[in-house]
């Protein structure tokens, strides 16, 4: 039925006057000529409505009437979401087509006060440096930082091994804004691996508008909330990159004529982070842990929307271009990654102690490699060659053979259990393996038998 | 109340609809530098062409309920309020000529040098729809430039995105040329697009090329600054969309965008004109889009064809990290930065190993150029690094070993010290690093 007729087009915002009166924000709309051209409503005055186009407009027609498709975008609500590729309104792009056995509306509300459980258990991911220095808990949100080409990836795909692994749980990953290319190139490595029946992918990359690239976000969650809510699982959920999100929000707020703030972000960016963030969250049926990849625009740490999406976040793991380069893979930086589960009532006294205290051991190491530069290691003292050869046997144990790298490496991959790394951890510090060769640290599992 | 004022407007609108005299042309209202608002025009289409008598010709740019906004592509002659505006019933698209081939062109199917139009014109829309994520096969296979520094440490893949970024006279343009030139007998069509460079350089470059002999498949698309400024906005668009009916065909094509830094300056240009709201240092939201939906269109199809794209950006003071520098890095896949210093120091050219990056990396190299270049990339930034700490000290009092150390870095550095228009083959560039090989025995 016709609702009404399009009197404005200025890019992606559209202005329908309407016919009828059941029209209502969130509605989706296409051109009765040509339903390629598709808009969602954003705002209505009693005799029309702004709306906000899913794709191009270029050759969208004024006056041509426009009729009413469905009262929001819908994504497949079901089993059937494994192993496939969408896009950002939830059409299979993989060349299969879905059978659909139920659809859901992608905007939903937030999980309520009532219903967040902050006391889930502690997810183990089986990777030690991940586990000893920030562990996961199930609902978790957390920042994952880092160059191009340090292995993002590959942790990506060891974690959803693992995680699979470990309690049979699925994941979502969400390219928001990001390379096409890295998207098809994750595909087929996780075709490869034998990954892909265990995951769905949602993609709006950065050449699709805005509009396309916000959505990619919330077709995601509500795959991730199937299967929390409906499976009970541990979800983990990938978003690669949440500022990608925030960006496309502000190109739709300039191009609605809204008022911005600083550096063009709309006013209420912290109500739209919120509304992704809260719904990712841990409840009595199920939990979604997510991994956020976070841009950082113009190397400016302090930009409002990178404040703010931090401010979200329980923890971070930081990759290091430097560490890659030592070969010592995962490449994470252990001074940045942390979480909020690195407290003494949390995790325990014990591990607490160890985190300082490796802490403390490779801080001094780090000093020490510069002194050992320009004076040589035999003018250290005896402590401090202690610390020095500790320190490195250190590194290396926190290296680990990925189990999704097994093709490349020739290593098996190794799930370690933590109190099996609390237990080497301790045997370093404490002098146990002071003779043992610190080569036989590097890429192994646990080291105690 | 709402249905009065309904059927009020729906009155008008058809009233309007059913007058034939202005169901396609309209009148012109107020003029700007290089849009015009036009009443009438009641049935366009976003993108249709239209032309202003004879005066003028653009594209329906905005919709409004009253009026259309046309921005404006060429100006022959000055336009007035109350001129006539027809809408031609078609999207605006761009001309292409297959002769085109070693000349140098503009959007709009004129020959520059000759000074006239070609004969056998085709339409060329200005963007097409980005090619699916599942047509895009891997980017493996390598794209040489005939630089030692590039395809031995930073090598570059048909269908990657490579910037190059340095400062004003560091040698980025001279890259894309060696690049260009360097593809002679290797089937792949060159297209060079300057945006905003002056018409001496564009000379320059024409001259250079042809005199190379690479005039055979090459294309110079250019657009200056003295045209109007939407023409500098499409032309890259444009190339692209050339680029991507030849990649279609199974081609594979280089396109060399020199430089993005001045399209976003003619970008915030139209966009402040247009009243778009400012965002960070004055460029519009869609800054990031507008360069990311132009990047994207460079891939390896699953059918063959390629298009790889070297962008050029323009940065101040070496610096990087500003605004259009870090959006730009965050769409290629790579960069080579080109640093002043360098340039003045001799090391030519002057890429900053530190600071450049190749995503693909390996991906894209044979057995023999990986090896080799891994070695060579990490003796390479050992010895910067040393030499860095280093950089004050008397090197005879150094011991034997760093001595040795420095000697041989900097041997691997000169090595990789190439002048313009020199390109060496892979098997040259392996032989120049056959002492590191050996030495590792």
């Known amino acids: 039925m016709v609702v009404g007729k399009i009197i404005s087009i200025f890019d992606i915002s559209i202005e329908v006057i309407l016919s009828d009166d059941s029209v209502k924000i969130g509605d989706i709309l296409v051109s009765q000529d040509d339903n390629n051209y598709a808009f969602e409503v954003v705002s209505i005055n009693n005799v029309s409505a702004t709306c906000i186009s899913l794709n191009t407009t270029r050759g969208l027609k004024k006056g041509s009437s426009v009729i009413r498709l469905s009262d929001g975008i819908e994504i497949e609500y079901s089993d059937k979401i494994l192993g496939r590729v969408f896009d950002s309104y939830g059409s299979p792009i993989d060349d299969k087509t879905i059978e659909s056995v139920n659809k859901r509306n992608i905007n939903h509300g937030t999980v309520s006060l009532k219903d967040v459980d902050v006391s889930a258990s502690i997810l183990w991911t089986g990777i030690k440096v991940i586990d000893f220095f920030a562990p996961l808990q199930k609902g978790f949100r957390m920042g994952l930082l880092g160059g191009a080409g340090v292995g993002k990836t590959v942790l990506i795909k060891e974690l959803i091994h693992n995680v699979y692994a470990s309690i049979n749980a699925n994941a979502i990953f969400v390219g928001a804004g990001e390379r096409s290319r890295e998207g098809k190139e994750l595909y087929e490595d996780m075709k490869e691996s034998n990954l892909l029946d265990k995951m769905s992918m949602v993609f709006g990359a950065m050449g699709d508008n805005p509009v396309s690239r916000s959505k990619s976000v919330y077709a995601g969650l509500t795959m991730a909330e199937y299967l929390r809510d409906e499976k009970s699982q541990d979800v983990l959920l990938f978003i690669d990159n949440i500022y990608r999100f925030m960006q496309a929000k502000s190109e739709i707020a300039t191009e609605l004529k809204q008022l911005l703030i600083e550096n063009g972000y709309p006013a209420d960016m912290a109500n739209e982070i919120s509304k992704i963030e809260e719904r990712i969250s841990s409840t009595d049926k199920g939990s979604i842990t997510s991994f956020q990849a976070i841009y950082i625009p113009a190397d400016d740490y302090n930009d409002e929307a990178v404040q703010t999406i931090t401010s979200y976040m329980d923890g971070q793991i930081v990759l290091d271009r430097k560490v890659a380069e030592l070969g010592l893979y995962p490449a994470i930086d252990v001074f940045k990654s942390t979480s909020k589960l690195v407290d003494v009532e949390k995790i325990g006294e014990r591990h607490f102690k160890l985190i300082e205290e490796v802490l403390r051991y490779l801080t001094r190491y780090k000093e020490l490699e510069e002194i050992i530069a320009i004076l040589g290691i035999e003018e250290l003292s005896e402590e401090d060659k202690r610390i020095f050869y500790r320190s490195r046997k250190l590194r290396y144990y926190f290296s680990q053979p990925m189990f999704v790298a097994e093709p490349f490496t020739n290593i098996p991959g190794q799930f370690v259990k933590i109190e099996d790394v609390l237990i080497d951890v301790e045997n370093i510090l404490n002098g146990v393996y002071d003779n043992v060769d610190e080569s036989k640290f590097l890429f192994i599992g646990k080291y105690h038998e | ?441």
């Open chain 2, 1 to 441: 109340m709402d249905d009065i004022i309904t059927s009020n407007l729906y009155g008008t609108v058809d009233s309007i609809k059913n007058n034939n005299n202005v169901y396609n042309t309209g009148k012109v209202i107020k003029v700007n530098d290089y849009n015009i608002e036009v009443t009438g025009l009641n049935d366009v289409s976003f993108y249709e062409e239209v032309n202003i008598q004879e005066k003028a010709s653009g594209y329906v740019f905005g919709i409004y309920p009253d009026r259309v906004i046309v921005a404006l592509v060429k100006i022959n002659e000055e336009i007035k309020p109350g001129d006539m505006v027809y809408a031609l019933k078609k999207e605006f698209k761009c001309l292409f000529s297959l002769d085109s081939v070693g000349k140098v062109i503009d959007v709009f199917g004129n020959d520059l040098i000759a000074g006239k139009k070609f004969d056998n014109l085709i339409e060329i829309s200005v963007e097409n729809k980005n090619v699916p994520l599942m047509d895009r096969g891997l980017v493996k296979r390598e794209m040489l430039t005939g630089i030692t520094g590039i395809d031995l440490i930073y090598p570059i893949g048909k269908g990657q995105r490579q910037l190059i970024i340095g400062d004003k006279k560091t040698g980025k343009t001279q890259i894309c040329l060696d690049t260009i030139v360097n593809q002679k007998d290797k089937n792949v069509l060159c297209i060079y697009v300057a945006i905003g460079k002056t018409k001496k350089e564009v000379k320059d470059i024409y001259y250079e090329l042809t005199k190379r002999g690479a005039a055979s498949y090459t294309i110079i698309i250019a657009s200056f600054h003295d045209e109007l400024p939407t023409r500098t906005y499409l032309t890259p668009y444009v190339a692209l969309s050339i680029a991507e009916s030849f990649m279609m065909q199974s081609y594979d094509v280089l396109v060399c965008l020199d430089d993005l830094k001045k399209h976003a300056d003619i970008y915030r240009q139209i966009s402040l004109a247009s009243k778009k709201t400012p965002g960070r240092d004055a460029y519009p939201s869609d800054i990031f889009y507008t360069h990311s939906r132009l990047l994207e269109k460079g891939c390896q199809h699953k059918n063959g064809g390629s298009i790889t794209i070297l962008p050029v950006v323009e940065t101040k003071g070496g610096d990087i990290t500003d605004y259009i520098s870090t959006n730009i890095i965050s769409i290629c896949d790579g960069q080579i930065v080109l640093s002043a210093k360098n340039f003045s120091k001799g090391e030519k050219p002057a890429i900053d190993y530190g600071l450049s990056v190749s995503r693909l990396g390996g991906n894209v190299q044979d057995k023999m150029m990986k090896k080799v270049g891994s070695k060579v990339r990490i003796e390479l930034l050992t010895y910067l690094d040393v030499r860095q700490i280093y950089e004050l000290a008397n090197i005879d009092e150094m011991g034997e070993d760093l001595q040795r150390r420095l000697r041989e870095g900097k041997k691997i550095l000169d090595n990789l010290v190439q002048y313009k228009f020199s390109p060496k083959t892979k098997q040259e560039m392996i032989d120049s690093y056959q002492f590191l090989m050996d030495q590792n025995k």
